[in-house]
């Protein structure tokens, strides 16, 4: 479906923290992902939605953004 939010990710300082306040929230139970040297977490909001936060510093810039050209490699 054209226009569907598929994933979201936040970059956050504490993910234990992150992880409690949108499972207190919306009632998500975020798993580790099993990727190796990042602390990555993961809910499946649906069969084909997710959501996702991880140690970074990403929340001092802002959302990233892809130019067009990105999106479609």
Do not use: C
């Not at 923290?17 to 990042?38: C, L, R």
């Not at 809910?43 to 959302?63: L, M, N």
Request: proline residues 7%.
């Amino acid at each position: 479906m054209a226009g569907k939010l598929v994933h979201v990710e936040f970059p956050v300082q504490d993910p234990d923290a992150a992880t409690n306040f949108y499972g207190g929230v919306f009632g998500w139970q975020f798993q580790d992902s099993g990727m190796p040297d990042i602390d990555y977490r993961m809910f499946q909001t649906s069969e084909d939605q997710g959501v996702a936060v991880y140690k970074g510093d990403g929340a001092k810039r802002g959302p990233r953004r892809r130019s067009p050209r990105q999106r479609q490699a």
